[in-house]
């Protein structure tokens, strides 16, 4: 990874630690300056000992040239921002990693910076995240190279052509670990419901997932393949599969999920007033 990269955090919670964390683990050589009203509390979600230049004031940051400026803080907040911080940003090419605020938002509002919008999802915080990412700016080849090992320094990273593929692509991969853990409480709901303890119900459980997840990330037969391999003619797993898979089943709930959960994005990304 290129060296001497300098990038700029405005905000360094949860997510912004987690990548600004990664970054220091997998870009050699990275300097990374954060702003974050609450310096003691980013400090604390970054990882021990890590080298990040915190700061709570727009002032401090007077003569900084970051080569990429990440934007993470709560979209609520975005229209509050000081205006020494906007005029910063605007000296940089910015990836947003805020949900809701289209890109068109962001161009009038930063311009004339090259925008970017990028969705990570949670795993990020254990460094097995899914990021996305789109951009209507024409990026600089050393540009895209200093975003895609960033977000692939927290998991993988993905372009997607057009806005409205990213919001579609949201639901499946960035409410996606809800969904998940919403089928693993479910199991172990169910296995306690066959008789199961709840500590051992859940260990079986948890471990299936995280087996089951290593296969999926490493084995070429794909979900479709891996699922035909566990189940065997007229076998336990087959029957099953044969409640998940009715009609009324995962094919509706799970088209279902991913609409509802579109839906609210849309409505949540309409101007107010």
């Known amino acids: 990874m290129a060296i001497n ?10 997510m912004g630690a987690a990548i600004a964390g990664g970054a220091l683990r997998q870009m050699p050589g990275v300097r990374i300056v954060a702003l974050d009203p609450d310096p003691d509390r980013a400090r604390s979600l970054l990882p021990p000992g890590a080298e990040v230049q915190l700061h709570d004031k727009p002032a401090a940051l007077t ?8 934007l993470g803080v709560k979209p609520q907040t975005f229209p509050d921002l000081a ?15 805020m949900a809701g605020i ?3 938002r962001l161009n009038a509002d930063l311009a004339p910076s090259a925008v970017v919008r990028v969705m990570p999802n949670l795993p ?12 209507t700016a024409v990026l600089p080849a050393s540009t895209t190279t200093v975003i895609e090992a960033l977000f692939n320094a927290i998991g993988r990273f993905d372009w997607v052509a057009g806005e409205d593929l990213f919001e579609r692509a949201n639901p499946a991969f960035a409410c996606g670990p809800g969904f998940v853990f919403a089928f693993a409480e479910q199991m172990i709901l169910a296995a306690i419901g066959q008789g199961l303890p709840r500590d051992l119900a859940e260990r079986l459980v948890h471990q299936t997932f995280v087996g089951s997840a290593k296969m999926l990330s490493e084995d070429p037969r794909g979900a479709a393949g891996l699922k035909r391999a566990v189940s065997s003619p007229g076998g336990t797993t087959l029957a ?7 009609e009324t089943g995962l094919p509706r709930l799970l088209s279902g999920t991913l609409a509802a959960a579109h839906a609210r994005a849309l409505e949540l990304a309409k101007p107010a007033g």
Do not use: H, W, Y
């Not at 990269?5 to 949860?14: A, D, S, V």
């Open 5 to 14: 990269t300098t990038l700029l955090f405005i905000g360094c919670g949860n």
């Open 63 to 70: 003569g900084l040239s970051p080569d990429l400026t990440i």
């Open 83 to 97: 205006p020494e911080v906007m005029s910063l940003m605007r000296a940089s090419p910015i990836v947003s990693i």
């Open 102 to 104: 289209s890109l068109d």
């Open 124 to 135: 990020a915080l254990v460094g097995q995240g899914m990021s996305l990412g789109c951009t």
């Open 240 to 246: 099953g599969l044969s409640v998940l898979e009715a």
